[in-house]
């Protein structure tokens, strides 16, 4: 009995041991990595000899002891986290655009705390208090990437790129406060991924009017 029951214990420290091996081994994994916005499913690519599920109870588990955060079902993040990131990560594909860029590149002057993205359906998501304004587009425009900048796990327009995008989706019942930001030989490039005559035209109206 007395070996039976040293047989067992030592069975289950090794378990224990190995299963806290597993999951510091995960988070090593997640601190060491730039990615500050992550998933069950990216992590399983990256610790290929795990299984999602078991990856899943690491990721609780830390979630639980503030290790981590999981602001939204499916989605983890470290204690401080990139909002960029968090727009690239709640709806896949999509990519920042519109507003935010256009303000952030000082053509148009009304700023807003709402991170404004493209992507296949229209939709505003709210994490930690903070919106995340999807649009829907035709498909065969936000998955050219022309004009889309991919820094890490984010994607985000240059500002010639977002300001097609707000002419397309506006039919062009926009306004812009600074036009001069922009450049005039990109918007041109850009200009067939929309396959639109009539958003030629408007586009080239309103470069015009603003010479």
């Known amino acids: 009995m007395y070996f039976k029951n040293y047989y067992y214990l030592c069975t289950l420290k090794v378990q224990i041991i190995y299963t806290y091996s597993l999951f510091m081994d995960v988070l090593s994994t997640i601190l060491s990595s ?3 916005v992550f998933t069950p499913q990216w992590l399983a690519m990256v610790c ?3 299984d999602i599920q078991s990856l899943r109870r690491s990721l ?3 979630a639980r002891t503030g290790a981590l955060r999981n602001p ?3 989605i983890y993040t470290k204690p401080k986290y990139d909002e960029q990131e968090m727009a690239c990560s709640l709806l896949k594909p999509s ?3 519109l507003e935010y860029v256009l303000a952030r590149a000082g053509v148009t002057f009304q700023y807003s705390s709402d991170i404004t993205c493209i992507s296949y359906q229209s939709r505003t998501i709210e994490v930690d208090g903070h919106a995340y304004v999807f649009r829907q587009m035709n498909k065969m425009i936000w ?7 991919q820094r890490g796990n984010i994607a985000i327009a240059t500002p010639e790129r977002a300001f097609l995008d707000m ?3 506006s039919a062009g019942q ?3 406060d600074n036009l001069h930001p922009l450049n005039h030989e990109l918007i041109h490039q850009l200009l067939p991924v929309y396959d639109s005559p009539i958003l030629v035209k408007r586009v080239e109206a309103l470069l015009n009017g603003h010479q």
Request: glycine letters at 8%; proline letters at 4%.
């Open 48 to 50: 290929k000899d795990r």
């Open 95 to 97: 990519y920042i655009s």
């Open 60 to 62: 609780q588990y830390y």
């Open 72 to 74: 939204r079902r499916g």
């Open 143 to 149: 998955t050219n990437m022309l004009g889309i900048e």
């Open 167 to 169: 002419m397309y989706l």
């Open 34 to 36: 730039p990615r500050s």
């Open 174 to 176: 926009c306004y812009f």
